[in-house]
């Protein structure tokens, strides 16, 4: 990131939210998109993200899963969290995939 542009942009004038809106995020907007997907797809493959449907008790979802299967016999809710949550984290991956072969070309 060039320290010079912000610099020129404070010298200018600009304050500080502008600053960031305008300059720094615009140059570090690749990077950070990247860091956020990584991190997602990273919390949703360790299964360790609190389902925060019923706030009273926010269960694993992965426990979630099992409970639904164990207790209730419920396969169809169970494929279904299972399967949002694996389309949620492909959807993810393929932006970021997506992302890292337009910085390679």
């Known amino acids: 990131m060039d320290r010079g542009t912000m ?7 600009a304050g500080r939210l502008r600053i960031l809106f305008e300059i720094v ?6 990077t950070l998109l990247t860091g956020l997907i990584l991190s997602f797809v990273t919390m949703m ?29 419920d396969y169809g809710v169970a494929n279904a969290l ?12 393929v932006i970021y995939l997506r992302i890292s072969m337009r910085e390679k070309a």
Do not use: D, K
């Not at 610099?7 to 004038?13: D, F, K, M, Q």
């Not at 995020?25 to 690749?30: D, G, I, L, S, Y």
């Not at 299972?82 to 991956?93: R, Y």
């Open 25 to 30: 995020v615009p140059q570090v907007w690749h």
């Open 82 to 93: 299972g399967a949002i949550s694996l389309l949620m984290t492909a959807v993810f991956a």
């Open 45 to 73: 493959s360790v299964l360790s993200v609190p389902l925060m449907i019923n706030a009273q008790s926010p269960t694993l979802l992965s426990a979630n899963i099992a409970f639904l299967i164990n207790a209730y016999g």
């Open 7 to 13: 610099e020129s942009a404070r010298n200018l004038g």
